[in-house]
């Protein structure tokens, strides 16, 4: 029950969109594709899918090729960014869509109707039109309409980016449980790497058609596998491993977060501020540490106003260490 | 998305079932277009040949006021039909579904019906008449082409250009009418076309001095029995139409690429709009004006108001000019309607399926039937009933005189217009959509059952219903195809028309009302059935 990607390629023309990926999947695992958008992850993801042709590589499924199996042979369930559910039916119909393809009675298709639409917290939608439905409504039941006909891989593309903040943040915890109580397999592709890092048990990073990490959150955050990976992870600083050294005394090539330097009484590094941005729990400050230029942040209660000369010290959670 | 993988087959397979499917209209329009037509080229190049033809000044004049009527009636239909197409586009005011429909009207009347509407204005004829006459019908092509635009161009370029200093007549000339463009020169190339094959009008209008390439041919077939005379007029005709179809492909294809999706919600107009407004209003009770004077002149008798009209329909006419009653040739239409609407609307939509199925897959043959299909809503009706003459008895069976030649005919004038309002409507559908489907286990065929069809079903009613309409009102073709026995109810009114007798043209009008009545009423049903801005025309 895996899924195995071996030597993938993917071309539009002569415009190669995924380039020699490989990636396997367990049986129950949840990995993320996270990259910047255009670097090809949804084009991977639809070639998983068998929505576009493949140039060259395998996509195999417990040992077999699926290269000869339609998309609607395949058992894959499919998310879209935008639900795109289909607005003739309601919401049953949308949830039973799948059930019905695959010749599920209709006592157990019902049955099972309920069970996703209880799942998904929206019991008593049953009738509802779907065009009258909020974004985080309708992607809830495009995800109980993928999930009803229990896909053997579930393959989510960008789930919440059209859904505003609050929502996305809700819906990705929710997320969250929903694969890890359905025992879901799934692909997740996106571009924020907080929903990646919530869904996934594994992520893989992309950049140009190519896969440039693989690991487990937690360990691709704090090690990037190389600059541009750090500097799309949120490091906004590079720092070469003599620099580092002097600065937050780790004797490697490190990417510093905003969040890296904290401004701390007791700090020991003298630095002073350019700029100050608010935001939604923290100031953002612009600092100058010698002759270059930081990032920094401090709390919301009393922050330093530009030309202040503050201390700063190291929060090494903040800190990432490259390579 | 064209890409197909060297050596792969998984794409290559489905392309080849769409050129496959793409036979049935192919053959269809082989058999029923191209041969007819290839005829009457031959007949024309064979016998006299078309150079003496070619070579008469009378012929030039033929053409000069071919092209002069039809680019005024064009530049008319144009200027009446925008402030129309801005109404329905962008102003929310009380009766905008009475104007969608009102407009609707005048485009699906039979020509003969309008040619009569406008002789009870102007007894005589003529020139001017004839140029109000096809804009008349024409109005709508402009108004619902340029009005689906205009509903989805962003309000938000037009806002940013005022917010920058613009007037509103300076930002409707430099941001509004620019993205426009297609739509204003896909709804021209189509009316200069429909003008410059117009037949009926012209016919009852324009009598023995005003003619057109299309009344000529038809005089020189029927009265003449000029054959060579008139296959070499068709020819120059046809290389006319053709330069013009080409012309509208290339704008057609600019305007369905930039079509977004988002429809801009309509407001009520502030300050000089109503005068556009007003404008609009005007133009559509200019349009109701023939009809009503119609209806009018099949009441009105030298002794008075009278139905005598309406009761001579169940008889043959004022000394049997008719050899059939009025209500059998009523009967005989709506049977040779049902017959054409169906053999059109299964070479129809099996045409927008394989179209959108081709384009789907990146075929560049897509283009070529796309611009095929359109042919026949060029090519004079007269002249392929003048092909159907000389090539149908073939056929096994001598064609000619099968009950099935008038409803095949028709269902060749009548596919190209459904296929304009269902293509749209089918390529509309998102993509993914579908993807969504064949995802949750929809096979290919099972995606176009499920999702196409339904979100398509609406305008498939309504293409019924306008394809029923129009064959109901087609004269071109079915003039010269009924047989004397089973005319139709426009041949009936051409007859009794050009036959003395107060009763005789008392009965046509009234027969005229007649049809205007059921063609107005299945035009209000469609109405209420399609989804806004569905379709092309």
Known sequence: ?323 | MAHVGPGLSPRLGPRLTWSFAALLPLAFLGVFFAWPVLAIVGLGLGEGGVLPVLARADTWDLVGFTLGQAAGATALALVTGMPVAFLLARCRVRGAGVVRAAVMVPFVLPTVVVGLAFRALWPDGGVLPIVLANAFFNVAVVARTVGGLWARVDRRAEDAARALGASRVRAFTSVVLPSLAPAIGSAASVVFLFCATSFGVVLVLGGARHRTLETEIYLRTVELFDLSGAAALSLVQFAAVIAVLVIGGLARRKREKALPLRIEPTRRPVGGEWGVVVAAWLVVSLLLTPVVGLVVRSLATDDGWSFAGYAALAGTGERGTLAVSGLDAALNSVRTATDATMVALLVGVVSAVVLVGLRRHGSWFAETLDTALMLPLGVSAVTLGFGYLITMDALPGDFRTSPLLVPLAQALVVTPLIVRIVLPVLRAVDERLRQAAATLGASPWRVWREVDFPLASRSLVAAAGFGFVVALGEFGATSFLARPDAPTLPVVIARLMSRPGELNSQMAYAACALLMVVTTAAVLVIERLRVPSGGEF
């Open chain 1, 1 to 323: 029950m895996s899924l195995r990607v071996k030597g993938l390629s993917v071309r539009y023309g002569p415009v190669p969109a995924v380039s020699d990926v490989d990636l396997d999947i367990a049986d129950g695992e949840v990995v993320a594709l996270l990259g910047p958008s255009g670097c090809g992850k949804s084009t991977l993801l639809r070639a998983v899918a068998g929505l576009e042709p493949v140039g060259a590589g395998v996509v195999s499924w417990d040992g077999t090729d699926l290269a000869g199996t339609p998309v609607h042979r395949r058992g894959f369930g499919l998310v879209f960014q935008d639900g795109q559910l289909f607005p003739h039916r309601d919401v049953a119909g949308n949830v039973a869509f799948g059930l019905r393809m695959h010749r599920v009675e209709r006592e157990a298709r019902e049955k099972r109707v309920a069970e996703l639409l209880e799942l998904v917290g929206l019991a008593g939608y049953r009738k509802r039109r779907v065009t009258e439905l909020s974004g985080g409504e309708q992607q809830r039941v495009a995800l109980a309409r993928a999930l009803a006909p229990r896909p053997k891989l579930l393959l989510l593309d960008e789930p919440l980016s059209a859904l505003d903040r609050a929502l996305r943040e809700q819906l990705a915890v929710d997320l969250a449980r929903l694969l890890r109580e359905t025992g879901a397999t799934a692909l997740v592709v996106t571009h924020d790497h907080d929903e990646a890092f919530t869904l996934a048990d594994r992520v893989a990073v992309m950049r140009a058609g190519r896969i440039v990490q693989v690991g487990v959150p937690t360990e691709v955050w704090q090690r990037p596998a190389d600059v541009e990976t750090a500097r799309f992870l949120g490091c906004g600083k590079v720092l070469p491993a003599s620099v580092a050294w002097a600065l937050v005394g780790v004797d490697a090539r490190v990417g510093l977060r905003a969040t890296a330097l904290r401004t701390d009484p007791s700090g020991t590094i003298e630095a002073e501020v350019l700029e100050r941005v608010h935001r939604r729990d923290h100031v953002r400050l612009l600092v100058r540490i010698g002759d270059d230029d930081f990032e920094a942040v401090a709390p919301v209660a009393e922050p330093p106003s530009p030309g202040d000369r503050v201390t700063l010290s190291v929060d090494h959670d903040g800190v990432a260490i490259i390579g």
